[in-house]
């Protein structure tokens, strides 16, 4: 199955692959909300970076608990830290990732193409992607004034072609169907 993979990059070469939920129980666990795909492979890197103290996080174990992932960490081992650490995004360096398959594409690769349909009218560039659940949604930012546009990103239905050598996405998409007027 193609499409992007939940990864974004920052200038720094580093990309959010998470972040910290707040405590799970009393003993300084965590809930972890993932950006991978699929949500446990945050456990396949290590150790994750932050922006502030303490810097980077090793993950003693970690379980799923229902629909949630929780995780122990060295660096937390009080529901009070854990408490104050909620929000915090989870980091890793880009280098740490394999490559994409051919056909998938990390979501920051998409992050400012150019978006253009058949006629080659091009629809503004790719701010943004959302996870639709079905599948993943390019936000697109109009070059004019107008709020932002989405169009589902299914390759061989909505997205012809992905050029990242060129920075261009093709989709078969209406000018019409942007309410750009």
């Known amino acids: 199955m193609g499409g992007p993979v939940k990864d974004a990059p920052d200038e720094d070469g580093f990309i959010p692959v998470g972040r910290l939920n707040g405590p799970w129980g009393v003993a300084g666990a965590v809930k972890v909300f993932s950006y991978t795909d699929p949500p446990e492979r945050i456990f396949d890197y290590q150790p994750w970076r932050t922006d502030g103290s303490p810097g980077l996080f090793h993950v003693r174990s970690?379980?799923?608990?229902?629909?949630?992932?929780?995780?122990?960490?060295?660096?937390?081992?009080?529901?009070?830290?854990?408490?104050?650490?909620?929000g915090v995004d989870l980091w890793?360096?880009?280098?740490?990732?394999?490559?994409?398959?051919?056909?998938?594409?990390?979501?920051?690769?998409?992050?400012?193409?150019e978006?253009?349909?058949?006629?080659?009218?091009?629809?503004?560039?790719?701010r943004e992607?959302?996870?639709?659940?079905?599948?993943?949604?390019?936000?697109?930012?109009?070059?004019?004034?107008?709020?932002?546009?989405?169009?589902?990103?299914?390759?061989?239905?909505?997205?012809?072609?992905?050029?990242?050598?060129?920075?261009?996405?093709?989709?078969d998409w209406q000018t019409e169907w942007t309410d750009a007027d």
């Open 129 to 171: 992607l959302l996870d639709a659940g079905v599948h993943d949604v390019l936000v697109i930012q109009r070059a004019g004034p107008g709020a932002d546009h989405l169009v589902p990103f299914v390759q061989g239905r909505y997205v012809h072609s992905v050029d990242l050598e060129n920075r261009r996405i093709v989709v």
């Open 115 to 126: 978006v253009v349909n058949h006629e080659n009218v091009s629809l503004g560039r790719v």
């Open 62 to 86: 970690w379980r799923k608990q229902g629909p949630r992932l929780v995780a122990e960490i060295e660096e937390i081992p009080t529901r009070e830290q854990a408490e104050r650490l909620a």
């Open 92 to 113: 890793i360096p880009r280098s740490a990732l394999p490559k994409a398959p051919e056909g998938r594409y990390y979501w920051q690769d998409l992050v400012g193409l």
